[in-house]
């Protein structure tokens, strides 16, 4: 059963802590990305990662880490630092190398998302 | 920055009805994607049209791309109580980097049964 997962699905935590976001994937993508949602919002970039041990900034990756040790896994940690660290956040991934003849991004597959409320 | 905006913000009809969403953006694009999102749910990705494209179809879903007007717009024919959720458009930037997508704020769709 290929898929991309997100646990846990509930994250709670006081102000102050650093909480980690899991993702893990096993459809063999080379690319993973990490997007935030507010409510009535669209998505917005914090971090992606085209390669294991590589990865680059988004829109929004103040207050965020990540890692890309293996290519299955692309952790996101919500430090102390980001102000507004309530939200819901989804991790994709998506192939990288394009087919013979095409050009630009692929379609991008999500997983289930991982709502975090900090109080 | 928001590259793609959708118009309108939601759209409430009755099942059977056509829905149609249209997405406008700023700047050249190699492509632009549709995406569906059941409500606290992660995306769905719906139907990818290149700029070299004007029209696409893919079941009751029809796209089209004006790049001269820089706008696409979604029509979902017969629709359903399930096609219930939120759509959003998607764009990558020619000039960026290929594999960033940014997403507009979305049309929230409601079919009444």
């Known amino acids: 059963d290929g898929g991309i997962t997100q646990s846990p699905k509930y994250l709670f935590r006081k102000e102050g802590q650093n909480v980690t976001l899991s993702c893990e994937q096993n459809l063999n993508h080379d690319a993973m990305y990490w997007y935030r949602q507010d409510p009535g919002q669209g998505l917005r970039l914090i971090y992606y990662?085209?390669?294991?041990?590589?990865?680059q900034k988004g829109d929004i990756a103040e207050g965020y880490s990540v890692s890309r040790e293996k290519k299955e896994s692309f952790p996101l940690t919500v430090t102390s630092a980001q102000k507004n660290p309530t939200a819901f956040y989804l991790c994709?991934?998506?192939?990288?190398?394009?087919?013979?003849?095409?050009?630009?991004?692929?379609?991008?597959?999500f997983g289930p998302g991982t709502r975090l409320t900090v109080t | 920055s928001q590259q793609g905006e959708e118009d309108p913000q939601a759209l409430s009809i009755q099942e059977g009805e056509n829905a149609t969403m249209n997405c406008s953006y700023k700047t050249s694009i190699n492509n632009l994607q549709w995406y569906r999102q059941n409500s606290g749910r992660g995306l769905v990705h719906l139907i990818l049209?290149?700029?070299?494209?004007r029209e696409k179809h893919s079941g009751r879903l029809r796209v089209t791309l004006d790049t001269s007007k820089k706008s696409s717009s979604l029509l979902i024919t017969a629709s359903r109580a399930a096609d219930t959720a939120s759509y959003f458009c998607?764009?990558?930037?020619?000039?960026?980097?290929?594999?960033?997508?940014?997403f507009g704020s979305g049309t929230q769709l409601t079919v009444l049964p």
């Open positions: 990662s085209q390669i294991v041990n590589d990865f």
């Open positions: 994709a991934s998506s192939i990288l190398h394009p087919t013979s003849g095409s050009s630009g991004s692929y379609e991008q597959y």
């Open positions: 049209i290149r700029s070299n494209e």
């Open positions: 998607a764009t990558d930037e020619a000039s960026g980097s290929a594999r960033q997508l940014t």
